[in-house]
Protein backbone atom coordinates (compact mmCIF):
# COMPACT_ATOMS: atom_id res chain seq x y z
CA UNK A 1 0.00 0.00 0.00
CA UNK A 2 1.22 4.12 -0.59
CA UNK A 3 0.63 6.50 1.52
CA UNK A 4 0.50 10.36 0.46
CA UNK A 5 1.46 12.86 2.64
CA UNK A 6 -0.46 16.64 1.60
CA UNK A 7 2.11 19.24 1.07
CA UNK A 8 -0.83 22.17 2.30
CA UNK A 9 -3.18 20.52 4.61
CA UNK A 10 -0.85 17.85 6.06
CA UNK A 11 -3.54 15.08 5.38
CA UNK A 12 -2.55 11.51 4.77
CA UNK A 13 -4.53 9.13 2.42
CA UNK A 14 -4.31 5.46 0.95
CA UNK A 15 -4.52 5.98 -3.03
CA UNK A 16 -6.84 9.07 -2.46
CA UNK A 17 -9.24 6.51 -0.61
CA UNK A 18 -10.56 7.06 2.87
CA UNK A 19 -11.44 3.60 3.30
CA UNK A 20 -9.25 0.31 3.55
CA UNK A 21 -10.68 -3.20 4.58
CA UNK A 22 -9.37 -6.53 5.60
CA UNK A 23 -6.02 -5.87 6.88
CA UNK A 24 -4.75 -5.39 10.75
CA UNK A 25 -1.92 -3.96 10.49
CA UNK A 26 -0.31 -0.62 8.63
CA UNK A 27 2.88 1.72 9.13
CA UNK A 28 2.91 5.27 8.48
CA UNK A 29 6.33 5.93 7.20
CA UNK A 30 8.14 9.17 9.24
CA UNK A 31 7.73 11.29 5.93
CA UNK A 32 3.94 11.46 6.91
CA UNK A 33 4.95 14.62 9.60
CA UNK A 34 4.85 17.94 9.12
CA UNK A 35 7.72 18.60 12.37
CA UNK A 36 4.74 19.03 14.75
CA UNK A 37 3.05 15.23 14.95
CA UNK A 38 0.69 13.31 12.21
CA UNK A 39 -2.05 15.07 10.76
CA UNK A 40 -5.10 12.52 9.58
CA UNK A 41 -8.66 13.58 7.80
CA UNK A 42 -10.49 10.02 7.70
CA UNK A 43 -7.37 8.39 6.99
CA UNK A 44 -7.83 4.95 8.50
CA UNK A 45 -11.63 5.28 8.95
CA UNK A 46 -14.06 1.89 8.81
CA UNK A 47 -10.91 -0.23 9.02
CA UNK A 48 -12.84 -2.89 10.72
CA UNK A 49 -9.69 -5.72 11.15
CA UNK A 50 -7.51 -2.87 12.91
CA UNK A 51 -6.83 -4.02 16.20
CA UNK A 52 -3.49 -1.84 17.66
CA UNK A 53 -2.16 1.04 16.87
CA UNK A 54 1.47 2.20 18.32
CA UNK A 55 1.99 6.26 17.84
CA UNK A 56 5.45 7.85 17.37
CA UNK A 57 6.52 9.52 20.20
CA UNK A 58 6.64 12.97 18.45
CA UNK A 59 3.06 13.02 17.48
CA UNK A 60 1.13 16.06 18.81
CA UNK A 61 -2.87 15.66 16.83
CA UNK A 62 -4.65 13.06 15.37
CA UNK A 63 -6.93 14.64 12.54
CA UNK A 64 -11.06 14.02 12.47
CA UNK A 65 -12.38 10.80 11.97
CA UNK A 66 -9.32 9.40 11.75
CA UNK A 67 -9.71 5.68 12.94
CA UNK A 68 -13.76 6.02 13.14
CA UNK A 69 -15.12 2.49 12.78
CA UNK A 70 -12.30 0.61 14.15
CA UNK A 71 -14.55 -1.94 15.64
CA UNK A 72 -11.66 -3.97 16.30
CA UNK A 73 -9.59 -2.00 18.08
CA UNK A 74 -9.44 -2.85 22.17
CA UNK A 75 -7.30 -0.45 23.84
CA UNK A 76 -4.87 3.17 23.24
CA UNK A 77 -2.22 4.63 25.00
CA UNK A 78 -1.29 7.46 23.25
CA UNK A 79 2.18 8.90 24.05
CA UNK A 80 2.94 11.98 26.11
CA UNK A 81 3.35 14.43 23.15
CA UNK A 82 -0.35 13.98 22.08
CA UNK A 83 -2.36 17.37 22.57
CA UNK A 84 -5.15 17.19 20.29
CA UNK A 85 -7.73 14.68 19.12
CA UNK A 86 -10.09 15.83 16.56
CA UNK A 87 -13.84 15.35 15.83
CA UNK A 88 -14.78 11.80 15.90
CA UNK A 89 -11.56 10.15 15.59
CA UNK A 90 -12.35 6.82 17.52
CA UNK A 91 -16.24 7.65 16.57
CA UNK A 92 -18.14 4.32 17.53
CA UNK A 93 -14.77 1.97 18.09
CA UNK A 94 -17.30 -1.09 19.67
CA UNK A 95 -14.27 -2.84 21.20
CA UNK A 96 -12.57 -0.50 22.88
CA UNK A 97 -12.23 -0.60 26.69
CA UNK A 98 -9.70 1.38 27.86
CA UNK A 99 -7.87 4.52 26.79
CA UNK A 100 -4.62 6.32 28.61
CA UNK A 101 -4.25 10.12 27.65
CA UNK A 102 -0.15 11.31 27.76
CA UNK A 103 0.59 14.34 29.99
CA UNK A 104 0.18 17.08 27.12
CA UNK A 105 -2.97 16.78 26.34
CA UNK A 106 -4.95 19.79 25.46
CA UNK A 107 -8.51 19.22 23.56
CA UNK A 108 -10.67 16.35 22.85
CA UNK A 109 -12.67 17.29 20.08
CA UNK A 110 -16.70 16.68 19.11
CA UNK A 111 -17.68 13.17 19.37
CA UNK A 112 -13.82 11.81 19.33
CA UNK A 113 -14.38 8.66 21.58
CA UNK A 114 -18.80 8.66 21.16
CA UNK A 115 -20.60 5.10 21.42
CA UNK A 116 -17.56 3.30 21.86
CA UNK A 117 -20.08 0.80 23.85
CA UNK A 118 -17.55 -1.25 25.15
CA UNK A 119 -15.47 1.69 26.76
CA UNK A 120 -15.29 0.90 30.60
CA UNK A 121 -12.03 3.10 32.24
CA UNK A 122 -10.89 5.99 31.20
CA UNK A 123 -7.63 7.89 32.56
CA UNK A 124 -6.04 11.13 32.19
CA UNK A 125 -3.05 11.72 32.98
CA UNK A 126 -1.57 14.85 35.20
CA UNK A 127 -1.00 17.32 32.69
CA UNK A 128 1.90 19.64 31.98
CA UNK A 129 -0.42 21.87 29.78
CA UNK A 130 -2.16 24.61 31.34
CA UNK A 131 -5.98 23.54 30.27
CA UNK A 132 -7.51 20.71 29.31
CA UNK A 133 -10.79 21.24 27.86
CA UNK A 134 -13.00 18.06 27.02
CA UNK A 135 -16.03 18.93 23.77
CA UNK A 136 -19.31 18.34 23.17
CA UNK A 137 -20.31 14.41 23.04
CA UNK A 138 -16.62 13.73 23.53
CA UNK A 139 -17.61 10.73 25.45
CA UNK A 140 -21.15 10.55 24.09
CA UNK A 141 -23.25 7.30 24.40
CA UNK A 142 -20.63 4.89 26.02
CA UNK A 143 -22.90 2.81 27.84
CA UNK A 144 -20.40 0.65 29.60
CA UNK A 145 -18.24 3.39 30.86
CA UNK A 146 -17.98 3.46 34.57
CA UNK A 147 -14.45 4.95 35.90
CA UNK A 148 -13.16 8.11 34.60
CA UNK A 149 -10.05 9.34 36.29
CA UNK A 150 -9.82 13.16 35.66
CA UNK A 151 -6.47 15.54 35.53
CA UNK A 152 -6.05 18.24 37.74
CA UNK A 153 -5.86 20.48 35.10
CA UNK A 154 -9.34 20.04 33.34
CA UNK A 155 -11.08 23.63 33.25
CA UNK A 156 -13.65 22.73 30.57
CA UNK A 157 -16.48 20.22 29.78
CA UNK A 158 -18.80 21.07 27.36
CA UNK A 159 -22.37 20.37 26.71
CA UNK A 160 -22.96 16.31 26.46
CA UNK A 161 -19.37 15.68 26.79
CA UNK A 162 -20.37 12.61 29.11
CA UNK A 163 -23.80 12.66 27.65
CA UNK A 164 -26.12 8.90 28.53
CA UNK A 165 -23.29 6.90 30.03
CA UNK A 166 -25.19 5.31 32.56
CA UNK A 167 -23.30 2.85 34.66
CA UNK A 168 -21.47 5.95 35.92
CA UNK A 169 -21.74 6.17 39.71
CA UNK A 170 -19.03 8.49 41.55
CA UNK A 171 -17.25 11.43 39.75
CA UNK A 172 -15.20 13.44 40.98
CA UNK A 173 -13.99 16.69 39.69
CA UNK A 174 -10.70 18.19 40.31
CA UNK A 175 -10.28 22.07 41.50
CA UNK A 176 -9.46 23.13 38.01
CA UNK A 177 -12.52 22.43 36.77
CA UNK A 178 -14.08 26.03 35.44
CA UNK A 179 -16.66 25.35 33.53
CA UNK A 180 -19.68 22.69 33.16
CA UNK A 181 -21.97 23.18 30.27
CA UNK A 182 -25.59 22.17 29.90
CA UNK A 183 -26.80 18.39 29.75
CA UNK A 184 -22.89 17.19 30.32
CA UNK A 185 -23.63 14.38 32.44
CA UNK A 186 -27.30 14.04 31.36
CA UNK A 187 -29.14 10.63 31.28
CA UNK A 188 -27.04 9.40 33.73
CA UNK A 189 -29.54 8.00 35.88
CA UNK A 190 -27.26 5.86 38.32
CA UNK A 191 -24.57 8.21 40.10
CA UNK A 192 -24.42 8.59 43.10
CA UNK A 193 -22.69 11.00 44.41
CA UNK A 194 -20.79 14.14 42.29
CA UNK A 195 -17.28 15.81 44.86
CA UNK A 196 -16.05 18.99 43.31
CA UNK A 197 -12.93 19.40 44.89
CA UNK A 198 -11.20 22.62 46.02
CA UNK A 199 -14.73 24.64 45.04
CA UNK A 200 -15.24 27.26 47.74
CA UNK A 201 -18.43 26.79 49.75
CA UNK A 202 -20.14 29.82 47.69
CA UNK A 203 -19.71 28.11 44.35
CA UNK A 204 -20.81 24.85 45.91
CA UNK A 205 -24.15 27.19 46.75
CA UNK A 206 -24.35 28.56 43.06
CA UNK A 207 -23.99 25.33 41.61
CA UNK A 208 -27.36 24.22 43.73
CA UNK A 209 -25.61 22.40 46.39
CA UNK A 210 -28.58 22.74 49.36
CA UNK A 211 -26.44 20.81 52.13
CA UNK A 212 -22.39 21.00 52.37
CA UNK A 213 -20.59 18.25 54.59
CA UNK A 214 -17.65 19.50 55.42
CA UNK A 215 -14.71 17.18 56.94
CA UNK A 216 -12.47 18.33 59.27
CA UNK A 217 -9.50 16.88 61.15
CA UNK A 218 -8.39 20.28 62.97
CA UNK A 219 -11.62 21.99 63.78
CA UNK A 220 -11.59 24.48 60.89
CA UNK A 221 -14.19 26.73 61.42
CA UNK A 222 -16.54 26.74 58.40
CA UNK A 223 -18.93 28.89 56.68
CA UNK A 224 -21.46 28.65 53.94
CA UNK A 225 -24.33 30.38 52.74
CA UNK A 226 -26.25 27.03 52.79
CA UNK A 227 -27.06 24.69 56.05
CA UNK A 228 -23.30 23.03 56.71
CA UNK A 229 -22.99 19.67 58.58
CA UNK A 230 -19.19 19.72 60.03
CA UNK A 231 -17.82 16.74 60.29
CA UNK A 232 -14.79 15.65 62.44
CA UNK A 233 -11.92 12.99 61.12
CA UNK A 234 -12.24 11.29 64.99
CA UNK A 235 -13.97 11.08 68.05
CA UNK A 236 -11.24 12.94 69.82
CA UNK A 237 -11.72 16.09 68.14
CA UNK A 238 -15.89 16.12 67.99
CA UNK A 239 -15.65 15.98 71.83
CA UNK A 240 -12.84 18.59 72.09
CA UNK A 241 -14.60 21.31 69.93
CA UNK A 242 -18.07 19.89 70.09
CA UNK A 243 -19.39 23.90 69.86
CA UNK A 244 -18.35 23.66 66.33
CA UNK A 245 -18.52 20.10 65.15
CA UNK A 246 -21.69 18.11 64.68
CA UNK A 247 -20.45 14.66 64.26
CA UNK A 248 -17.58 12.56 64.30
CA UNK A 249 -16.56 9.92 61.14
CA UNK A 250 -18.15 6.63 62.02
CA UNK A 251 -20.95 8.21 64.41
CA UNK A 252 -23.93 5.69 63.87
CA UNK A 253 -26.06 9.24 63.24
CA UNK A 254 -23.73 9.93 60.36
CA UNK A 255 -24.06 6.25 58.86
CA UNK A 256 -28.02 6.90 59.33
CA UNK A 257 -27.71 10.04 57.50
CA UNK A 258 -26.00 8.83 54.56
CA UNK A 259 -27.83 6.15 54.61
CA UNK A 260 -31.32 7.54 54.35
CA UNK A 261 -30.47 10.56 52.24
Partial sequence: NTYYLDPITGEVYRNGYYEIDGTSYYLIPPSTSDGNGWKTTGAFSCCYNLKSITFGSNLQYIGNHAFSESQSLTDIVFPESVQYIGNGCFYHATSLESINFGTKLETIAESAFAVCSSLKSIVFAECDSPRLEISKYAFGCDSSLSSVQFSGSLQY?????????????????????????????????????????????????????????????????????????????????????????????????????????
Avoid at 194 to 201: E, H, R, S, V, Y
Avoid at 224 to 232: D, Q, Y
Avoid at 237 to 258: M, P, Q, T
Fill in 157 to 261: LSAYAFFNCPLMRNLVFPSSLFEVERNAFSLMGGVKSATFLGLPPTGLSASGANLVLFTTGRGTPFAAPVPTLKIATNPTLAAFKSGWIDFAAGDEKVCDLVDRY
